[in-house]
């Protein structure tokens, strides 16, 4: 039970830096959780990388998050332009 809990707070992070990024990106649709998933996912898992490979310090533990949100903003605008060339989604 235990696990279930984790994956959902996991779910629950990337859907949040999603909807944030959807506000900076022109065109989103709110609704495409697909999207908002896939660059939540992508923004916290490239910006967290790199909040760890320049070693942050806990005092400034907000840079890491500004980093993961700044990276799902850019997956989500590569991702929009990657569906929309492919036809997966209008």
């Known amino acids: 039970m235990g696990l279930f809990w984790q994956i959902v707070s996991l779910l629950s992070v990337w859907l949040v830096y999603g909807v944030i990024a959807s506000f900076f990106v022109k065109n989103s649709n709110k609704r495409d959780y697909l999207l908002i998933l896939l660059s939540g996912f992508l ?48």
Do not use: C
């Open 43 to 90: 923004g916290g898992l490239v910006g967290g990388l790199l909040a760890n490979e320049i070693q942050i310090p806990d005092n400034i533990w907000y840079l890491s998050e500004f980093l993961k949100l700044v990276f799902a903003v850019f997956s989500m605008h590569g991702l929009q332009f990657i569906f929309k060339k492919t036809g997966f989604r209008q």
